[in-house]
């Protein structure tokens, strides 16, 4: 199953609406920004809820 998750860009600060799927686990990815189109340093985790959890941050942060 896929959640929809609202993230901002770390570099233009867009807000980016992004599947997830959190029945995959902890997952570690990078997607392009969909306004600015550089690169994001996308963490996914799953809480004990079930619930994905999404960290972002820029390709020089990671």
């Not at 029945?23 to 799953?46: H, K, N, T, W």
């Not at 809480?47 to 942060?61: F, I, K, L, T």
Request: charged share 25%; net charge negative.
């Amino acid at each position: 199953m896929l959640d929809s998750v609202l993230i901002h860009c770390p570099y233009c600060g867009e807000a980016i609406e992004i599947l997830v799927d959190g029945s995959a686990g902890s997952q570690r990815y990078f997607e392009d920004c969909q306004v600015c189109c550089r690169p994001i340093d996308i963490r996914v985790s799953v809480d004990a809820d079930g619930e994905p959890q999404v960290e972002v941050s820029s390709e020089d942060d990671a």
